[in-house]
């Protein structure tokens, strides 16, 4: 293990590029406790709680959090999921979990499920047009609309919509409507190496009203604007870039009521942090539309160019495969959905 790491971490100095500080830093809110919530992967909020889940599971747990990280209640439905990865809340209340988790890439249908605030849940089964996909972001439009990012360790990260309305249990075909491609970054954190785990991405958010999307890796938050509430124009977008640095396996992301971006991770006693003025910093300094195929944004809203040369596509290549190699290690064996 010793070996693998120091070869990621060679690997990730050969991708890493500079990076640049942006105009917010974490601030921590709280620490959740709660030992039952050890594998923090989905994170919500409807402005007065948050709503917080893990990953993985035997059954559908929601935790109801205040806002210094107490629980308060838990909302249960007892459908036993394969893997859980991320959460959305509906304007309806609804909470929506992605069922979307897939390390092997082997998995023939993923799943939504729409939970209550009651504990009645609705499954609703998805297929995608290309083969299975490892994802763990979920996206919620203000039409309640579900959009999966999938988690690439090269290549770009692939956006799915159903390609029609909902049917429970379906399965509902998916259809491509985007790609993000993101650029390898030194922010320090996450389970596999600065550079590597920057463009994995391991959750998504969008805020109340529709008009800012985020998509967090295990060490970056990126904000895109939304001002027509189109989320695959949004991720068109070029993105502003907020470093979440030091985040043992950051994977949950979610906007509070006042504009805030929340970031957590899996681990005992993890914090939650904010980035204050979040949506205001996505509005005044993202929203250009991009124009080439892999820009990110280096925190004053203006675009990196792509990568340029063969070689360095070919240490991402190297880079994808070692990725793939650590999730391989460390994923854990899931059940099939009921």
């Given at each position: 293990m010793?070996?693998?790491?120091a070869?990621?971490?060679?690997?990730?100095a050969?991708?890493?590029?500079t990076?640049?500080p942006?105009?917010?830093?974490?601030v921590?809110?709280c620490?959740?406790?709660d030992?039952r919530?050890?594998?923090l992967?989905?994170?919500a909020?409807?402005?007065?709680n948050?709503y917080?889940?893990?990953?993985?599971?035997?059954?559908?747990t929601?935790?109801?959090?205040?806002k210094?990280?107490a629980?308060?209640r838990v909302?249960?439905n007892?459908?036993?999921?394969?893997?859980?990865?991320?959460?959305?809340r509906g304007?309806d209340?609804?909470?929506?979990?992605a069922d979307?988790g897939?390390?092997?890439?082997?998995?023939?249908t993923?799943a939504l499920h729409a939970?209550?605030?009651?504990?009645?849940?609705?499954?609703?089964?998805l297929?995608y047009?290309?083969?299975?996909?490892d994802?763990e972001a979920?996206?919620?439009d203000?039409?309640?609309?579900?959009y999966?990012?999938?988690k690439?360790?090269?290549?770009?990260?692939?956006?799915?919509r159903p390609?029609?309305?909902?049917?429970?249990p379906?399965?509902?075909p998916?259809e491509?409507v985007?790609?993000?491609?993101l650029?390898?970054t030194?922010?320090?954190?996450?389970?596999?190496?600065a550079g590597?785990?920057s463009v994995?991405?391991?959750?998504?958010?969008?805020n109340?009203?529709?008009t800012?999307?985020?998509?967090?890796?295990?060490?970056?938050?990126?904000?895109?604007?939304?001002?027509d509430?189109?989320?695959?124009?949004?991720?068109?977008?070029?993105?502003?870039?907020?470093?979440l640095?030091?985040?043992e396996?950051?994977?949950a992301?979610?906007?509070?009521?006042d504009?805030s971006l929340?970031?957590?991770?899996e681990?005992?006693?993890?914090?939650i942090r904010?980035?204050e003025?979040?949506?205001?910093?996505a509005?005044?300094?993202?929203?250009?539309?991009?124009?080439?195929?892999?820009?990110?944004?280096?925190?004053?809203?203006?675009a990196q160019?792509?990568?340029e040369s063969s070689?360095?596509l070919?240490a991402?290549?190297?880079a994808?495969?070692?990725?793939l190699?650590?999730?391989?290690?460390?994923s854990r064996?899931?059940?099939n959905?009921?």
């Amino acid at each position: 293990m010793g070996r693998l790491r120091a070869l990621l971490g060679i690997t990730a100095a050969l991708l890493t590029l500079t990076a640049v500080p942006a105009s917010a830093d974490p601030v921590e809110r709280c620490r959740i406790g709660d030992k039952r919530i050890g594998e923090l992967s989905g994170l919500a909020s409807d402005g007065k709680n948050w709503y917080a889940m893990n990953d993985g599971g035997t059954k559908l747990t929601v935790y109801v959090l205040n806002k210094s990280c107490a629980v308060q209640r838990v909302i249960t439905n007892s459908t036993d999921p394969f893997d859980v990865e991320d959460l959305a809340r509906g304007s309806d209340g609804t909470l929506w979990l992605a069922d979307t988790g897939d390390n092997r890439k082997q998995r023939e249908t993923v799943a939504l499920h729409a939970l209550s605030p009651n504990g009645k849940s609705t499954l609703y089964r998805l297929t995608y047009p290309d083969g299975p996909h490892d994802v763990e972001a979920l996206l919620l439009d203000r039409n309640n609309v579900p959009y999966l990012v999938s988690k690439e360790p090269f290549g770009e990260a692939r956006v799915y919509r159903p390609a029609g309305k909902l049917s429970a249990p379906g399965p509902t075909p998916l259809e491509k409507v985007g790609a993000v491609a993101l650029r390898s970054t030194s922010t320090p954190g996450g389970p596999v190496g600065a550079g590597i785990g920057s463009v994995l991405v391991t959750g998504g958010a969008v805020n109340a009203d529709g008009t800012v999307v985020a998509l967090r890796t295990y060490t970056e938050a990126y904000l895109f604007s939304a001002p027509d509430g189109d989320i695959a124009a949004a991720l068109a977008r070029k993105p502003v870039r907020v470093p979440l640095p030091n985040e043992e396996q950051g994977e949950a992301i979610a906007f509070d009521s006042d504009g805030s971006l929340l970031s957590g991770s899996e681990g005992k006693n993890s914090p939650i942090r904010a980035i204050e003025g979040a949506v205001d910093l996505a509005r005044s300094q993202g929203g250009e539309q991009r124009t080439d195929p892999a820009p990110t944004s280096d925190g004053s809203g203006q675009a990196q160019p792509p990568a340029e040369s063969s070689s360095s596509l070919g240490a991402f290549a190297v880079a994808g495969l070692l990725a793939l190699g650590v999730v391989f290690f460390f994923s854990r064996r899931k059940r099939n959905a009921s």
